[in-house]
């Protein structure tokens, strides 16, 4: 039994109650993150009853939250580094929480966009954390692998389940629910983290690199701005192009300003490792792809077939379902064939089911035109998001783990804004303005060929570009070597 215990390599492969307890709280964290991307989009209709929002002002409830959001992230991963990762957590936990209370409470239209912005800032600086916290947590090898992938799942698992959370508060209480659900979810978090959450911080003596920090905020946050303006004014007009272009001067200047700095906020060096800069590249196309899944699939079921709000979240149940099995699977395919071709096999499965969805009828059967084929999407989503998660967070220096963490959540989220305002676009073209069923169908169905052709060049670039090594247990060092042959002895 002391054996066991004392074994270096049995450390390694397994993590103690205790640590898998922080893996479960820095989860959780992140679930709520991400269900505040999509819990809302259901209960829109009945806030706009309620406060007598104008549909800029509905645009905005989700559009407040995911601009906080991008253009925080990085700030928030540095944060973690210099004053704690477990203080950023809390602080990121707290205003999310206080901030989801005040929504639900909001009495008018500017009391719930200033809650939803709130939001976004407290998640921009809670979501980096839960990564970093996990990695730090759990060491590198087969145990971390599973660590990540039940962050993944977590993360995916909480945008698949937006859809059916926010139908089931709004149709059973009220809209303000979607919200307000976050308040005893928050504090009990709270409360563990506060309790069980190890401390731990890098770069001890640097300061924050502020010119650095408030550039690449302004610009992320332009650039998502600009993004969200496509949706109501297209991409050729004046409100969108020019904060368009403002946020690339920005970001232009912030990457000017860090080559500069003796302590950067994002140390470009990060950007010439080859795992990181693959992998967060292949990120962004693939969130380009995938977020914009659940929102074509939940207009279909709605605005085509008829289903509920609460319908179409139950009927995306197996989809959910598929990529929290995907995300689970991912570490043990990564140990027999590595992570690269686990990330290009996820995403191609997901490319065959985009293709499979996009021959959708407006008179389609669940089975064959939601069910199976978004199993499929998710399937490889899950499959796709554990290995490039894991390939985007090695190889950086501890001091950096948290603007990785940032850098990761920043390329998902900058992804998903873009593709879905790219993909609305298209879709929106090809229905001409109809409100049928069949023009509709086809606006959806072009954009789901849009994505399998995105998801398509993402392979191509995973299996170009992303390491190629697989994933095995860290060599031993000679002191653990020597501390099992005592052990032994």
Do not use: C, H
């Given at each position: 039994m002391l054996g066991a215990a004392a074994d270096p390599r049995t450390a390694r492969r397994t993590a103690s109650p205790l640590t898998w307890l922080v893996v479960a709280l820095a989860c959780a964290g992140q679930f709520l993150v991400v269900?505040?991307?999509?819990?809302?989009?259901?209960?829109?209709?009945?806030?706009?009853?309620?406060?007598?929002?104008?549909?800029?002002?509905?645009?905005?409830?989700?559009?407040?939250?995911?601009?906080?959001?991008?253009?925080?992230?990085?700030?928030?991963?540095?944060a973690g580094d210099l004053y704690g990762r477990k203080r950023m957590?809390?602080?990121?936990?707290?205003?999310?929480?206080?901030?989801?209370?005040?929504?639900?409470?909001?009495?008018?239209?500017w009391q719930l966009l200033l809650a939803r912005a709130a939001q976004g800032l407290g998640a921009a600086v809670l979501a980096p954390s839960t990564l970093t916290i996990l990695t730090s947590a759990v060491p590198e090898g087969a145990a971390r692998a599973r660590a990540i992938a039940t962050w993944s799942a977590v993360g995916a698992g909480g945008g698949a389940a937006g859809g059916l959370v926010g139908g089931v508060?709004?149709?059973?209480?009220?809209?303000?629910?979607?919200?307000?659900?976050?308040?005893?979810?928050?504090?009990?978090?709270?409360?563990?983290a506060a309790r069980w959450l190890p401390e731990s911080r890098a770069g001890a003596?640097?300061?924050?690199?502020?010119?650095?920090?408030?550039?690449?905020?302004?610009?992320?946050?332009?650039?998502?701005?600009?993004?969200?303006?496509t949706e109501e004014h297209g991409w050729a007009a004046a409100a969108t192009l020019v904060p368009l272009l403002a946020g690339a001067v920005l970001v232009a200047l912030f990457l000017a300003v860090e080559a500069r700095t003796a302590a950067p906020l994002m140390p470009l060096k990060l950007l010439g490792l080859r795992s990181v800069a693959s992998a967060n590249a292949a990120m962004f196309l693939s969130g380009a792809a995938m977020f914009a899944m659940w929102y074509f699939m939940t207009l279909y079921a709605q605005n085509v077939l008829g289903y509920s709000p609460l319908g179409a979240g139950l009927a995306l149940v197996p989809s959910s379902l598929a990529v929290v099995l995907g995300s689970k699977a991912a570490p043990r395919l990564m140990r027999v064939a590595g992570a690269r071709a686990v990330a290009v096999a996820g995403s191609l499965l997901a490319a065959a089911g985009?293709?499979?969805?996009?021959?959708?009828?407006?008179?389609?059967?669940?089975?064959?035109?939601?069910?199976?084929?978004?199993?499929?999407?998710?399937?490889?989503?899950?499959?796709?998001?554990?290995?490039?998660?894991?390939?985007?967070?090695?190889?950086?220096?501890?001091?950096?783990?948290?603007?990785?963490?940032?850098?990761?959540?920043?390329?998902?989220?900058?992804g998903g804004s873009l593709g879905l305002s790219v993909l609305s676009t298209i879709a929106a073209a090809?229905?001409?303005?109809?409100?049928?069923?069949?023009?509709?169908t086809e606006g959806y169905a072009l954009a789901f060929r849009t994505g399998a052709a995105v998801l398509l060049g993402c392979a191509v670039l995973m299996l170009?570009?992303?390491?190629?090594?697989?994933?095995?247990?860290?060599?031993?060092?000679?002191?653990?070597?020597?501390?099992?042959?005592?052990?032994?002895?």
């Open positions: 269900l505040d991307v999509s819990v809302v989009n259901v209960a829109l209709p009945s806030m706009r009853t309620d406060l007598g929002l104008s549909a800029p002002g509905l645009q905005w409830v989700v559009n407040a939250y995911s601009i906080a959001f991008a253009g925080f992230m990085l700030l928030g991963g540095r957590f809390l602080v990121g936990l707290a205003l999310f929480t206080f901030a989801s209370l005040g929504g639900g409470l909001a009495q008018d239209d508060l709004t149709d059973g209480l009220s809209w303000r629910w979607v919200l307000l659900v976050n308040v005893p979810v928050g504090a009990v978090v709270l409360a563990g003596g640097r300061r924050l690199d502020l010119p650095g920090a408030l550039l690449v905020t302004a610009g992320l946050a332009t650039l998502a701005y600009g993004i969200v303006q985009f293709a499979w969805q996009s021959t959708m009828s407006a008179d389609g059967t669940y089975v064959t035109t939601i069910m199976l084929p978004g199993v499929l999407m998710m399937l490889g989503a899950g499959l796709a998001a554990t290995p490039l998660a894991s390939l985007a967070t090695s190889g950086a220096a501890p001091e950096d783990a948290g603007v990785v963490s940032g850098l990761v959540n920043t390329s998902r989220t900058m090809r229905t001409g303005g109809s409100a049928s069923g069949t023009a509709l170009l570009w992303l390491p190629g090594a697989r994933t095995r247990e860290p060599a031993r060092t000679r002191a653990e070597a020597e501390a099992q042959a005592k052990t032994q002895a």
